[in-house]
C-alpha cells in the first residue's frame, strides 16, 4: 500500500502540472488509491457523478499519466463508498486505458517531422474547440466571422489571419476552429496545430540532430499552419530566421497561416522588422473580452449542453462578476456543480458567491437582518411587526421562517440573535425554521420560485 501510495503521488504530481488548479482540486485531488492488483487499478471516488465525469472528460490524461508511472495496460475500476456506516460501495470498470495510452505516447511527444508522411499528419487539433462551441457575440463578432471565411478558403481570403486578446478570451479555441472547420471541408488538406513553445523545442532539436532541412521541409508542406501564441518567439533570433523561411514559402504558395498572440504586432519588441510586417499582411482580429450578453449565453449553453439546473439568478449573478475571461466562467460551472454534488446541496445564489468569490474578486455583499426582514414582508405584502408576533397564519410563518433561513445564510449571527430579532423565538424554532424551508426548496417549486426572488431582490438592494 506504501508503494501504490507513492505511485499515485507520482500520478498526481503530474496532472497538477497539466491542469488548472481549481479543475485539480476539484476531480484529482479527492481521488484515494485502494489498491493495484494484476494491472487493476482501484480509485475511490465521491459519488457516481465523479466516475462519469472523468471517465468523459479526463481519461486520455488519466490514461497516459497510469502509462508513465504504472507501465502498459493498466485497467481502471472505480469504488464509490454510498454508506460510511456499513462501508457500503459500488463498484464500476472504467475503459481500457492501454490503447488511449499507447496513442498519447506515440502522438503528443514526437515532432511531427519524425514521423514524416506526404499526406496524413496528425493535425494535434482539439476538435472539441470547434465554432459550434465558440458561441458569437459583440466582442467576436469580426475574429469569428474571419475565422469561418478562412476556413471555408484557406489561402484565398484573411491571409495570415492574426488572432490577438488577453488570456482567456478565446483565441486558442479560434484557432482549433478554424483548423476543424477546414478539415471537415476538405479531409486531405494538410493541417497543423502547434504552440510557439511546441514549435521552438522542435527546431532546437532539429538544430541538435543536425536536422533543420527536414524541419523546414516538412513545414513547408503545410496547407493550413496554426501557430499559438506566436509572441514566445520573440527574441529568439534563429528561430525567428527560420520561421520567417516558413512562412514566406507558405504565403507565397497561397498556403493559410494563422498566429494567435496576446497583443497585437505594433506592440512587439525585439522582432525583425521584415517579420513584424508579414505579420499584418492580412488580418489583424482582436478578441475583446466578452460582454455580459456573451457571458451568458456561454454560461446557458455549458448548462444545458451538460444536462446542469441552474435559476437564471445565478446564471446572471455568475456573469455578472466573471467577467475576465471565458475559461473562469467554465471553471465556476464546474467547481459549481462538484460542490453540488459532493455536499449534496442545491446550486442557489449562496452557493455561487462562495464558489465565484474563490475565483475572482467579487465586491463584498453585505446584508444585515434588518433588511433581510424588510425585504421578505415586502413580498409578502405583510407589515413588519407581525412578522415579530406570535401569529401562526400561514404567510406570516413562511415569511417568519425564509426571514430566519437568510439570516443565517448571509448574516454572522447566531441561531439565538436570529430568533431574538424575529419574535424572540427560541435556537430550537430557528433550527426547525431552517430545516423547514431546506425541505420546501428540495419540493416545493413556487416555494422555491418565491425564495429565490426574495433572495434576488436582497441581493440587488441598493
Known amino acids: 500500500m506504501e508503494q501504490l501510495n507513492v505511485q499515485w503521488k507520482q500520478c498526481l504530481d503530474i496532472i497538477r502540472d497539466n491542469l488548472d488548479r481549481t479543475v485539480f482540486d476539484t ?10 492488483k494484476d494491472k487493476e487499478l482501484v480509485l475511490q471516488v465521491p459519488s457516481q457523478f465523479y466516475y462519469e465525469y472523468i471517465e468523459e472528460r479526463y481519461l486520455d490524461l488519466l490514461s497516459n499519466v497510469l502509462f508513465k508511472v504504472f507501465g502498459n495496460g493498466v485497467k481502471l475500476r472505480y469504488k464509490i463508498l454510498v454508506d460510511r456506516g456499513s462501508n457500503e460501495t459500488l463498484d464500476y470498470s472504467g ?56 476556413a471555408k478558403n484557406p489561402g484565398k481570403t484573411f491571409n495570415p489571419m492574426f488572432i490577438y486578446g ?50 523546414i521541409n516538412f513545414y513547408q508542406t503545410i496547407d493550413l499552419l496554426i501557430i499559438d501564441d506566436v509572441q514566445q518567439i520573440i527574441g529568439k533570433q534563429s528561430t525567428q530566421n527560420t520561421f520567417f523561411n516558413i512562412f514566406n514559402h507558405l504565403h507565397q504558395m497561397h498556403k493559410q497561416i494563422v498566429l494567435t498572440s496576446d497583443r ?9 522588422e521584415r517579420l513584424l510586417t508579414r505579420f499584418k499582411w492580412g488580418l489583424v ?24 439546473h441552474m435559476s437564471e439568478e445565478v446564471v446572471d449573478y455568475i456573469a455578472e462578476n466573471v467577467s475576465d475571461n471565458v475559461r473562469d466562467l467554465e471553471g465556476a460551472i464546474v467547481s459549481l456543480l462538484a460542490q453540488s454534488t459532493f455536499r449534496n446541496i442545491p446550486v442557489d445564489l449562496a452557493l455561487a458567491d462562495k464558489v465565484v468569490s474563490n475565483l475572482v474578486n467579487v465586491r463584498p455583499l453585505t446584508i444585515t437582518m434588518e433588511q433581510i426582514r424588510s425585504t421578505v414582508c415586502d413580498y409578502f405584502n405583510i407589515d413588519e411587526k407581525d412578522i415579530q408576533t406570535q401569529s401562526r397564519k400561514k404567510e406570516i410563518v413562511i415569511a417568519r421562517q425564509i426571514a430566519m433561513y437568510l439570516s443565517k445564510q448571509y448574516t454572522n449571527n447566531s441561531l439565538n440573535a436570529i430568533g431574538n430579532a424575529l419574535g424572540k423565538r427560541n435556537h430550537a424554532t430557528v433550527s426547525h425554521a431552517l430545516q423547514a424551508v431546506k425541505n420546501q426548496l428540495e419540493t416545493d417549486r413556487e416555494f422555491k420560485a418565491a425564495f429565490n426572488a426574495i433572495e434576488t431582490k436582497l441581493r440587488n438592494r441598493k
Open 166 to 215: 488577453p488570456s482567456g478570451v478565446g483565441k486558442t479555441h479560434l484557432a482549433n476552429a478554424i483548423g476543424v472547420a477546414a478539415k471537415v471541408h476538405n479531409p486531405s488538406l494538410r493541417v497543423l496545430y502547434v504552440s510557439s513553445n511546441t514549435f521552438q523545442l522542435q527546431f532546437t532539436n532539429a538544430v541538435i540532430q543536425k536536422s533543420i532541412n527536414d524541419f
Open 27 to 36: 476531480w484529482f485531488a479527492p481521488l484515494v488509491p485502494v489498491s493495484f
Open 285 to 308: 482580429a482582436e478578441l475583446e473580452r466578452p460582454d455580459a450578453q456573451l457571458r451568458k449565453d456561454i454560461l446557458n449553453h455549458k448548462i444545458y449542453k451538460d444536462g446542469i
Open 264 to 272: 497585437m504586432p505594433t506592440q512587439f519588441n525585439d522582432i525583425e
Open 95 to 150: 475503459r481500457s486505458t492501454q490503447t488511449l495510452a499507447n496513442n498519447q505516447e506515440n502522438r503528443r511527444g514526437n515532432n511531427p517531422f519524425d514521423t514524416f508522411r506526404p499526406v496524413d499528419i496528425d493535425p494535434q487539433l482539439n476538435f472539441d474547440l470547434n465554432f459550434d462551441e465558440f458561441l458569437p457575440g459583440q466582442s467576436n463578432q469580426l475574429a469569428r466571422s474571419a475565422g469561418l471565411s478562412v
